[in-house]
């Protein structure tokens, strides 16, 4: 592995939000292990005992030294300009791929340029549509249809393992997108549009999630830079200030 596939690695950020039993997060911590991966943070976790996991996932004291606890999502992603989101279902308003293996080079890619994070719900029932909102795309890992549904630890493992062999397997390396627009900065985009489209009345009733929705998928598409996407943003924030003024 090359030092540049290394740094790859360590900059994804595996995301568990609102994990509910300590031996997942313990199996979680124990696959970043094997697979050579260093960043964890937790949303919104149940309470547990860092002994717990240490006694599940022997060694792991560095990557729970690193370990970040957050309140909610926003905190958690801000600083990511990539969000892969996992469920065992099928969405039909967020773009789903289950080529983990093709997908993996491209992740390592997108990780040169900045973190990127790998989201995944809790035990019970996975991430909500909220959360997937957040996602640029959603992975269905390609398990048998009548029983799609794995432990937490074990879709951590098999995604994990797929980066690794991708980071081990000489191959030409996808190009990385340049300064990829932060999670934070398209967030603010996402809520000033609504406040924009809000102010010329483009919503119809009970329309608005929807359309939404479509918009943000639209725009994790297009991939923005930061400075595309600061720019997107002056725009829906210049139509809101126009109409004060006229009002």
Request: glycine share 6%.
């Amino acid at each position: 592995m090359t030092r540049s596939d290394q740094i790859s690695l360590d900059n994804v950020i595996i995301v568990l939000h609102q994990p509910r039993d300590v031996v997942n997060i313990g199996g979680v911590v124990r696959a970043m292990k094997n697979m050579g991966l260093r960043h964890l943070r937790l949303v919104a976790p149940a309470s547990f005992d860092r002994a717990d996991i240490t006694g599940i996932a022997h060694r792991s004291e560095d990557i729970l030294a690193a370990l970040g606890i957050y309140a909610g999502l926003d905190a958690a992603l801000a600083d990511v300009t990539y969000i892969i989101g996992t469920s065992a279902r099928l969405h039909a308003d967020h773009p789903v791929r289950s080529d983990v293996r093709s997908l993996a080079p491209d992740l390592l890619a997108r990780a040169t340029a900045g973190p990127v994070a790998l989201l995944f719900g809790p035990e019970d029932n996975g991430l909500d549509n909220a959360a997937l909102d957040r996602c640029h795309l959603v992975l269905r890992l390609p398990t048998d249809p009548a029983y799609p549904s794995l432990n937490l630890a074990q879709a951590v493992l098999l995604l994990l393992y797929e980066l690794r062999m991708a980071a081990t397997v000489a191959a030409p390396s996808p190009s990385a997108p340049a300064s990829p627009a932060t999670a934070a900065q398209l967030e603010t985009l996402f809520a000033t549009w609504e406040e924009a489209l809000q102010a010329v009345e483009f919503f119809k009733t009970g329309r608005r999630t929807g359309i939404m929705r479509r918009l943000r998928s639209l725009f994790h598409r297009a991939d923005p830079t930061g400075r595309e996407a600061a720019l997107l943003t002056a725009i829906a924030r210049e139509v809101v200030q126009f109409l004060r003024r006229k009002a």
